[in-house]
């Protein structure tokens, strides 16, 4: 069996926390007493998802932003062309250099609209409500809630499926009811999108797309 080859990195922690960053390197956080033998232990016991988690960084480090390549954006393939940076019915133009940054202002003027829709209709279909919705870069999560009832999307949501996109709406509407991740949360959750689980454990995934861009 081939060995994995990995960074621990030691600090003032109490668990252990596993990552593969976007250059496929191993990285262990741990406590900084935990033995060698320990940390090894744990990373053999975690070794099918170090695998896949690497696979997909392959995935992602695949994605190219090329003249001719088709981008998926709310499940609608756009092909790539050199030009002014739009996008348009048919295309997504981008200019000759720095295509990763010009996207990513033009997904976070794209995803508004649609995003602020898709949340009014999931809202009134199930009696929910929000104060407003904004989109924003971030990488750790693809959506967020505060207790005024603003909801944040993360710009490359739009790369997702339309049926993940509705469980993330549904997700960041269920914390204005529950501003945790109880069970009262959970039921609400499962109360609107009975197939919740499944579409969660697939947006999984997909984290890698969280690295798809610039920032």
């Given at each position: 069996?081939?060995?994995?080859?990995y960074?621990?990195?030691?600090?003032?922690?109490?668990?252990?926390?596993?990552n593969?960053?976007?250059?496929?390197?191993?990285i262990?956080?741990?406590?900084?007493?935990?033995?060698?033998?320990?940390i090894?232990?744990?990373?053999?016991?975690?070794?099918?998802?170090?695998?896949?988690?690497?696979?997909?960084?392959?995935?992602?480090?695949?994605?190219?932003?090329?003249?001719?390549?088709?981008?998926?954006?709310?499940g609608?393939?756009?092909?790539?062309?050199?030009?002014?940076?739009?996008?348009?019915?048919?295309a997504?133009?981008?200019?000759?250099?720095?295509?990763?940054?010009?996207?990513?202002?033009?997904?976070?003027v794209?995803c508004?609209?649609p995003?602020?829709?898709?949340?009014?209709?999931?809202?009134l279909?199930?009696g929910?409500?929000?104060?407003?919705?904004?989109?924003?870069?971030?990488?750790?999560?693809?959506?967020?809630?505060?207790?005024?009832?603003?909801?944040?999307?993360s710009?490359?949501?739009?790369?997702?499926?339309?049926?993940l996109?509705?469980?993330?709406?549904?997700?960041?509407l269920?914390h204005t009811?529950?501003?945790?991740?109880?069970?009262?949360?959970?039921?609400?959750?499962?109360?609107?999108?009975?197939?919740?689980?499944?579409?969660?454990?697939?947006l999984?995934?997909?984290?890698y797309l969280?690295?798809?861009?610039?920032?």
């Open positions: 069996m081939e060995s994995i080859d960074k621990v990195v030691r600090g003032r922690r109490r668990t252990i926390v596993l593969v960053d976007r250059n496929g390197e191993v262990v956080r741990v406590p900084i007493s935990l033995s060698g033998e320990e090894a232990r744990f990373v053999i016991k975690h070794r099918r998802w170090i695998e896949r988690r690497k696979a997909l960084r392959l995935e992602h480090a695949r994605l190219s932003f090329a003249d001719g390549q088709q981008l998926s954006l709310f609608k393939s756009y092909p790539i062309i050199t030009g002014d940076a739009e996008i348009t019915d048919c997504v133009c981008l200019p000759a250099e720095h295509r990763e940054s010009a996207l990513e202002r033009l997904l976070k794209f508004l609209e995003m602020v829709r898709l949340t009014e209709q999931i809202a279909r199930n929910l409500s929000f104060s407003r919705v904004r989109i924003s870069s971030a990488k750790s999560r693809w959506g967020s809630c505060n207790r005024n009832g603003v909801i944040a999307y710009y490359r949501l739009s790369f997702l499926s339309p049926d996109i509705e469980y993330i709406v549904v997700h960041e269920c009811l529950y501003f945790n991740h109880g069970a009262a949360f959970w039921r609400e959750v499962l109360r609107i999108l009975p197939d919740a689980k499944l579409r969660r454990n697939r999984k995934s997909y984290s969280m690295d798809t861009t610039e920032n």
